[in-house]
């Protein structure tokens, strides 16, 4: 059989809930020559006998299908890589299995890619909130003379999005790709790389990718998440490792350092100076709050917590966490 167009990785943990309307939207996509493969992560619940259930239910699509029955639980990075391996598409496309997609995701996107023969297409999506739904869409600079060193920029500044799920990319980009074990911004890390190494990108300014919003994950703190605190110091040595080994200094301290005392802050309830000098010890520097892509009143607030008045970012994030869910 000939190589497909596009590979489609979707790994499975823990989603019995979400996976066949997940899977059905893949299978009806408007496109023939798509490869999907299944990643099995060792899920508990009856995720994967609901996928055979679904898949029998599409016989035209059976053949290209391939599944893979993990013997250990590695996280979602490692589950990518793992299809990854046996991916033959020339393209690449994942889809976390809690989400669903629009039916000619995959012919307009392929549609584009060869019609610009771009390393990367990327593309907007929907965050599904229980009650309403919001189109997320970044704007991506076109035609820089150093393309590649622009978006490693906004990536590390959060200026364009760094899911892996909106974005079809050449297998071949892969190739010398590090794909992390640790679970929490595993995005960002393997995004910053493929960026760097793009020559070309486009961009589909519609929304093709529908993002199920889990409340509780991260349970927006890490206060009492060991396992997050732990990735998170992880992700960013694995960030600066990666910049500094390429010489990109001014990226690292004007725009890593900003971003991951951001991420600190914002996914902090107490002890903010403990968990910097965890995570980031550079960022230990009220000189960074004003670096931090925000506007002038959030960076006020940041700069609370370094003048000894922690209570007050607490007190304003909790107003406008409850508001947002509101």
Known sequence: MKDHDVSIIVPIYNVEKYIENCVVTLLEQDYDNIEYVFVNDCTPDKSMKILEN?????????????????????????????????????????????????????????????????????????????????????????????????????????????????????????????????????????????????KKITHIARPFYHYRTNPNSLSNSFSNNKKALDDFAEFSKAVRNFLLQRGLFDEYFKYHIPAILKFILDYSDSNFKKHINAICPEANNIKYVFKINRNFVYKILYGSVFLGCPQIFVFAKRIFLSLKNN
Not at 96 to 110: A, F
């Open 54 to 198: 679904t898949i029998e239910r599409y016989r035209n699509r059976k053949k290209h299908v391939k599944i893979i029955n993990k013997t250990k639980n590695e996280g979602l990075p490692q589950a990518r890589k793992s299809g990854l391996k046996i991916a033959s598409g020339k393209y690449i496309l994942h889809a976390d299995s809690d989400d669903w997609v629009d039916k000619d995701m995959v012919s307009s996107l392929i549609y584009e890619a060869k019609k610009s023969d771009a390393d990367i297409v990327c593309f907007d999506y929907i965050k599904e909130f229980s009650k309403k739904s919001v189109i997320k869409s970044f704007f991506y600079t076109k035609n820089h003379p150093k393309l590649n060193l622009e978006f490693v920029k906004a990536i590390l500044s959060h200026e364009i999005s760094v899911s892996m799920c909106d974005k079809l990319v050449k297998r071949e980009l892969y190739k010398n790709i590090d794909f992390p074990h640790f679970s929490h911004c595993e995005d960002s890390f393997v995004n910053l790389q493929l960026f760097y190494e793009a």
